[in-house]
């Protein structure tokens, strides 16, 4: 139980409810489905997404991930297009927020390619290989995509972490 002090359920559930901020009714993408991951999806589910799809090259961590709020689910392999591609074809354009919980460096680009252009908020909180380069077309930026990185959330563990546990005891 004491997990919710740890690194992977306070970094996904502050990286989504302190850095990405969806607003209610919102989209919102989470690349990785393991304990950070479904983290996420909690926090967007806390937020009031309206859709909260899940990305990830495991199929059966999908089934689990509904308990967190997932309302769809991607598996990159089953598509011949970019996973950006097909969530900008689902979503008329691109989620609302998007938060990467893998390390993996193509996820990282693939998390920030995939929000809207005007609004798209992305969220890194992976950590990568040490010689991973990021690499993105500029006009990315230029189209008013933002790009976000995070350490534990945001969360500042003296003063942050007993609402985490107060929001776990209320379930």
Same mark, same amino acid.
């Not at 969806?22 to 993408?29: C, F, I, R």
């Not at 989470?30 to 589910?45: N, P």
């Not at 390619?113 to 969220?123: I, L, P, Q, Y």
């Given at each position: 139980?004491?997990?919710?002090?740890?690194?992977?359920? +306070?970094?996904?559930?502050?990286?989504?409810?302190?850095?990405?901020?969806?607003?209610?009714?919102?989209?919102?993408?989470? $690349?990785?489905?393991?304990?950070? %991951?479904?983290?996420?999806? @909690?926090?967007?589910? !806390?937020?009031?997404?309206? &859709?909260?799809? %899940? !990305?990830?090259?495991?199929?059966? &961590?999908?089934? @689990?991930?509904?308990?967190?709020?997932?309302?769809?689910?991607?598996?990159?392999?089953?598509?011949?297009?970019?996973?950006?591609?097909?969530? +900008?074809?689902?979503?008329?354009?691109?989620?609302?927020?998007?938060? @990467?919980?893998?390390?993996?460096?193509?996820? /990282?680009?693939?998390?920030?390619?995939?929000?809207?252009?005007?609004? %798209?908020?992305?969220?890194?909180?992976?950590?990568?290989?040490?010689?991973?380069?990021?690499?993105?077309?500029?006009?990315? $930026?230029?189209?008013?995509?933002?790009?976000?990185?995070?350490?534990?959330?945001?969360?500042?563990?003296?003063?942050?972490?007993?609402?985490?546990? @107060? /929001?776990?005891?209320?379930?």
């Amino acid at each position: 139980k004491v997990c919710v002090l740890s690194c992977g359920i +306070s970094t996904g559930l502050g990286a989504t409810i302190n850095v990405a901020k969806p607003p209610k009714g919102s989209t919102v993408a989470i $690349f990785g489905l393991g304990a950070v %991951g479904l983290a996420a999806a @909690e926090g967007a589910r !806390i937020s009031g997404a309206s &859709r909260i799809i %899940g !990305i990830d090259l495991n199929p059966n &961590r999908f089934e @689990e991930a509904k308990k967190f709020g997932c309302t769809e689910f991607i598996n990159p392999k089953d598509h011949d297009k970019p996973v950006q591609q097909v969530l +900008s074809d689902m979503t008329n354009g691109g989620v609302d927020r998007s938060v @990467e919980c893998t390390g993996n460096i193509h996820a /990282m680009i693939q998390a920030f390619e995939c929000v809207h252009d005007g609004w %798209g908020v992305a969220v890194l909180v992976g950590v990568p290989h040490k010689d991973a380069e990021f690499k993105t077309h500029p006009m990315n $930026f230029l189209n008013e995509r933002t790009l976000k990185g995070t350490f534990f959330g945001n969360y500042k563990p003296r003063t942050d972490l007993p609402n985490v546990v @107060e /929001m776990y005891m209320k379930k």
